[in-house]
């Protein structure tokens, strides 16, 4: 029996005893140390939490367990968000666990395969809006109003009480925080519930300090970056395509209390940093996920100083998730040969460079 966020972290989170201990195996995911990208920066602590281990392979199944879970204890028969596709593959994962009708809009033709198949194999009702995700946003907020269905985007607080929970592992696997927390902000709900997260653990006695708060936007949506919405955000990475975050307000306060900055990485710097996580570190992510790691690059590159530094960068979501892509910048040849000993022997040797 794997246990998930909601027995772990009991004690921090907003349970009563009618809430439904529910859990398809979430959180404790792994948190790997950099061999080789790490040291390129001159840093010897880089560490990854890798939230693609997670059930539905993103971050987002922390914070739908618990909204779940309070929207089951509160006897709701149907959930909606909209999403750029993480969200709505955990709602509809967690949606089908729970026996409830899950509703999902997402933003027609701007979301990744491997989301899309994840709703649609869970049995949640696909809605394609033909605009961009900062309208689906609007649109679920009117409908959550007018009808009887739980809203679980991350306006929902339980999201973000169950989010925490990330910085919380961090905290116990080094042993304290580490100096700087390097994510990826596309409706800023993560780093917003981070930066509560390892606030709390202060609190709480299990930190004696907290990690300075590194945020990254796609350069063709960093509204956050800018000061002001972005009306046609514009990005490679489609989870973090979002003009106008819902939680701006948290990502300020994680920024400016941490110290820390929020940055932009272009869509170079991220599908560079996808390549090099793959190929050097065997973490295999989705190009949002990589802006984490293509922004620490950006300021290193820059003369930001990490020697002697603990560094984590939050995997978001796993590679998978967006098949098309990896296969669309493939630059290693496919080689065919047909099935016999010789042929195969001869194209193996030559690759081996023997
Ligand atoms: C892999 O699923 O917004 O700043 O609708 O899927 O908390 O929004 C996803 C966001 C980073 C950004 N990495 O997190 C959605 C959605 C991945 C993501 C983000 C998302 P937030």
């Known amino acids: 029996m794997r246990e998930g966020v909601l027995h772990r972290y009991a004690a921090f989170l907003p349970l009563t005893p009618q809430t439904p201990r529910i859990s398809l195996g979430e959180g404790n995911t792994p948190l790997v140390k950099s061999r080789r990208l790490g040291a390129e920066i001159g840093c010897e602590e880089v560490y990854f939490k890798l939230e693609g281990c997670n059930p539905t392979g993103s971050f987002k199944d922390r914070g739908m367990v618990v909204a779940v879970a309070k929207a089951l204890e509160n006897k709701a028969r149907a959930i909606i968000c909209a999403s750029t596709g993480n969200t709505s593959a ?18 027609q033709g701007n979301i990744a395969r491997g989301k899309l198949a994840q709703a649609i194999a869970y049995g949640a009702r696909v809605v394609a809006v033909q605009g961009n995700f900062d309208r689906a946003l609007e649109l679920v907020r009117i409908l959550a109003q007018r009808y009887p269905i739980t809203l679980v985007n991350s306006v ?12 919380f592992e961090i905290v116990d696997g080094l042993g304290d925080a580490p100096d700087y927390l390097c994510i990826p902000v596309g409706n800023a709900g993560n780093i917003t519930a981070y930066w509560k997260g390892f606030t709390e653990y202060a ?54 209390e941490s110290g820390g900055r929020i940055d932009t990485v272009t869509d170079e710097e991220i599908l560079e940093a996808y390549k ?42 796993t590679g998978l998730k967006d098949p098309d892509l990896a296969n669309q910048i493939a630059d290693i040849p496919l080689h065919q040969v047909p099935p016999d000993l010789e042929s195969v022997e001869e194209v193996v040797l030559g690759l081996w460079g023997r």
């Open 90 to 107: 955990s709602a509809a994962a967690y949606g089908a666990y729970a026996g409830l009708t899950t509703i999902v809009l997402v933003p």
């Open 156 to 167: 929902n607080p339980y999201r973000l009480e169950g989010q925490k929970t990330a910085a």
């Open 203 to 256: 609190q709480a006695g299990r930190a004696t300090r907290r990690p300075k708060m590194l945020g990254f936007q796609a350069e063709g949506a960093a509204p956050i970056v800018r000061g002001h919405p972005v009306k046609d955000p514009q990005t490679i990475a489609s989870a973090i395509r979002i003009g106008n975050p819902a939680s701006w307000q948290g990502a300020l306060r994680a920024r400016d």
């Open 276 to 317: 090099l996580l793959a190929r050097m570190e065997g973490v295999f992510c989705e190009p949002a996920s990589a802006a984490s790691v293509a922004g620490l690059l950006k300021l290193a590159r820059q003369g930001m100083d990490f020697s002697g530094k603990r560094v984590v960068c939050v995997i978001t979501g």
